[in-house]
């Protein structure tokens, strides 16, 4: 039968919509609480829907009884307090699964290819629904910063790099497309990350915003595309040498965030 997918994302995995106007919101990622939970870098999140309504992250499928990444729990001490991202995140109409802020300390681009991961939005979704997508809308305004996508983790031939500075909004196939952002700082970097359905809401929403595919990539030097490209290779060597050492079987790339 087969999941039911935004035609706008089946030729690259992502689209770019229309910038939103964040200077006008009042900063309210900085009023909500957040929780330490690791995710491609040093990360924090503030959720504001989880599978329980509890301030906590974990996946939908690690609850009990265990599920896909969908109908999340709104938390009310924090969707008070972040009346505009929560208005902003049901916007589309869409179901929405997770619904949180990540916080990002400043990383490099050889951090960001050694971060690429897939995420795991689609575990446990039954077949003939809605495939699980993920809205990015970056908050703080970082003119240095770019979203990293690519269809293979260590393949460089397809590399989309995604300029974010505030009010930058972006759906993404996460299951798809291998992806982690680039941040120089020097502060941390906010952005808000919601769990879609895929259907006639989110297209009709994407076609509202001019989602768009195949935008210029941000310019970076070939040096430094060829050093990060090297040190992805020298970490991935030394993270299996030590799962060898360990007489395990090497970790695959990190799953979810
Ligand atoms: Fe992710």
């Known amino acids: 039968m087969g999941y039911i997918k935004s035609a706008a994302l089946e030729e690259t995995g992502y689209v770019v919509l229309d910038r939103y106007q964040?200077?006008?919101d009042p900063k309210e990622w900085l009023d909500i609480e957040y929780v330490d939970w690791k995710s491609s870098g040093d990360t924090r999140f503030a959720p504001l829907a989880s599978a329980k309504g509890e301030i906590e992250c974990n996946g939908f499928w690690n609850h009990v009884p265990p599920r896909t990444d969908k109908d999340g729990v709104w938390i009310d001490s924090q969707t008070a307090l972040a009346p505009n991202l929560t208005r902003r995140a049901q916007?589309?109409?869409a179901n929405v699964g997770r619904c949180r802020v990540i916080e990002l300390q400043p990383n490099t681009y050889a951090d960001t290819l050694y971060n690429l991961h897939q995420d795991d939005n689609n575990r446990l979704n039954p077949d003939g629904t809605g495939w699980v997508v993920r809205g990015f809308f970056n908050l703080t305004d970082d003119?240095?910063?770019f979203f990293v996508l690519r269809d293979n983790r260590t393949d460089p031939s397809v590399e989309y790099r995604i300029a974010l500075p505030a009010g930058a909004q972006l759906i993404v196939d996460t299951q798809r497309l291998w992806h982690a952002a680039t941040h120089p700082g020097p502060d941390p970097r906010?952005?808000?990350i919601?769990?879609?359905t895929s259907g006639p809401e989110l297209d009709a929403y994407i076609e509202k915003y001019n989602g768009?595919?195949?935008v210029p990539n941000v310019?970076?030097?070939q040096d430094v595309l060829d050093a990060g490209q090297a040190e992805q290779a020298r970490r991935d060597a030394a993270r299996a040498a030590y799962y060898a050492a360990k007489g395990q079987a090497e970790k695959t790339a990190m799953s979810e965030a």
């Open 143 to 145: 003119k240095d910063s």
């Open 22 to 24: 964040q200077e006008l």
């Open 190 to 192: 906010y952005c808000l």
């Open 91 to 93: 916007e589309p109409g």
């Open 194 to 196: 919601t769990s879609w």
């Open 212 to 214: 768009r595919t195949n």
């Open 219 to 221: 310019e970076v030097s």
